[in-house]
Every structure is written in structure tokens, then in C-alpha cells.
């Protein structure tokens, strides 16, 4: 029988196979695939799932379904426990691309129970049963916060860089990447729509996220995005996205 180097779990013929895991910032793996599609839920904190296209921001109400083939990562500030669905191709009735979905207290307890079973409980009639009532209750996927990442290589390094807490300036990154500053400025207008002050302040202001899921206070989220005042903060982002921190804190659930 064969192992999923990244997943952990032993394939076999089940439709579902769940299996719980526990990683460390250290131990989180690089961008990787499964043959089957993943469900995964950590549960104990936020965590940035990097799909290609958009960096999702999943709090722990959430799930994300990341369909058979689909490159990802996971990420969180801490240490987390992974709570996972692996499925065979069409064995769940979810969308072709990645979704978040959010998890109400059934969703939860079958999402547990599933992912315990052993190898022998999911012959059982009953697991099948429990796995068709979870995919019924996933009707619609959430409205989690999702960014979109710069398609271009250069654009995704600054971003993704940036959204760990590295504030390079424009001139630093311009010679980074062996650019003019001009030749930068224009590769952000054209790939983002924005120019370079805006993406980084949205950027900036997308570090506030995870804080506000995990339900900092606002003074915290204010420090994540490195902003040296919480009014300024609360001003900058209802600025950006019409709604304050406390009211995006509530939105989520946190």
C-alpha cells in the first residue's frame, strides 16, 4: 500500500480517508499535490493556504476544499493541527477549484469522526452515510477572504515576502530583482491595476487578517501590519475596504 509522502494517509480503495496531523512552522511542507482532492480544517488557528491564484485566509470556522492535482500550500504562525478528508476523484460533490467552506458544530463533529476512522470503520455502511450527510451540509462555499496573487513571478516573491513582514522599499526590491525603479512601478500597474503605494498598503493591511480571525484585539492586528497606532490602522483600512477591523472580526466569526 502506498503513502502519501505530504498527507500522511495510506491509500487504498476508500472513497474518504481521513487523518489527523499536527505540524510545526518547521515542518509545514513546500507547495505539493494529491492524487486525491483534500479537505482540510485546522481548527486551533488561522492558517494562509496558497493556491497558485489567491492566498486564502481560513479561520478556524473554516474549511478549505483543494481539488485531486491542485498545487498548494498551507501556512500558519504557529503550531497547528491538521484535521483532513483525502477523496478519490468525484467521490465528493464539491466545486473544480479551491473553496472555502464553513463549519457549524455538525459539520465539525462528522469532520472529527471521519477523519478518526480506521481503515476497517470506513467499510461500514455508517461512514458512508456520515460522509453523505458532511457533503449535503457543504452546500455553498463561504465568502472567506481570499487575495489575489500577481501571476507574474516577480510580483508573487515581493508579495508573498511582503506578507510575512518583509517592508522592503521600492528601491530595494527594484535592485532585488535587477529592475530600474521605473520598470517595477510599471510591472505593478500592469499586472495588479494599482500602483506601488496602494498594493503595499494592501498588502500591509492583509497581515491584519490572521490576527483578526484568531480574535486579537485590534491594537495586535495594528502591530501585524506595522502600523504604530491602532486609529490609524482602523483609518487606513476602512479606507481601503469600507468596513473597520472589528466589524471584518465579527464577519468572520473570530
Not at 492524487?35 to 478549505?64: F, M, Y
Request: hydrophobic share 45%; glycine share 6%.
Amino acid at each position: 500500500m502506498q503513502q502519501d509522502a505530504i498527507g500522511g494517509y495510506v491509500e487504498d480503495a476508500s472513497p474518504v480517508i481521513g487523518i489527523v496531523t499536527r505540524f510545526t512552522p518547521a515542518t509545514m511542507p513546500e507547495a505539493h499535490a494529491h492524487q486525491r482532492g483534500q479537505l482540510a480544517w485546522c481548527p486551533d488557528r488561522p492558517v494562509t493556504v496558497e493556491t497558485g491564484q489567491a492566498l486564502h485566509l481560513v479561520s478556524p470556522g473554516t474549511a478549505i476544499w483543494l481539488p485531486p492535482g491542485h498545487r498548494h500550500r498551507i501556512r500558519a504562525a504557529g503550531p497547528r493541527q491538521s484535521v483532513n478528508l483525502y477523496t478519490l476523484p468525484d467521490a465528493a460533490p464539491l466545486p473544480a477549484r479551491p473553496a472555502p467552506f464553513r463549519l457549524a458544530a455538525l459539520e465539525r463533529e462528522l469532520f472529527r469522526s471521519l477523519a478518526a476512522a480506521s481503515r476497517a470503520e470506513r467499510r461500514e455502511p455508517a461512514f458512508a452515510r456520515m460522509a453523505a450527510v458532511l457533503w449535503d451540509r457543504l452546500d455553498r462555499p463561504s465568502g472567506a477572504t481570499a487575495l489575489p496573487l500577481p501571476a507574474d513571478p516577480r510580483l508573487r516573491r515581493i508579495a508573498l515576502a511582503h506578507l510575512e513582514g518583509d517592508d522592503r522599499p521600492l528601491d530595494a526590491w527594484a535592485e532585488a530583482l535587477a529592475l530600474s525603479r521605473r520598470s517595477l512601478q510599471r510591472l505593478v500597474t500592469r499586472e495588479t491595476g494599482q500602483n506601488w503605494a496602494t498594493w503595499m498598503r494592501d498588502l500591509r493591511l492583509s497581515r491584519a487578517i490572521a490576527p483578526l480571525m484568531a480574535g486579537d484585539s485590534v491594537q495586535n492586528a495594528a502591530h501585524a501590519a506595522g502600523y504604530a497606532t491602532a486609529s490609524g490602522f482602523v483609518a487606513a483600512f476602512r479606507a481601503a475596504h469600507g468596513i473597520t477591523p472589528g466589524q471584518v472580526q465579527r464577519r468572520l466569526g473570530a
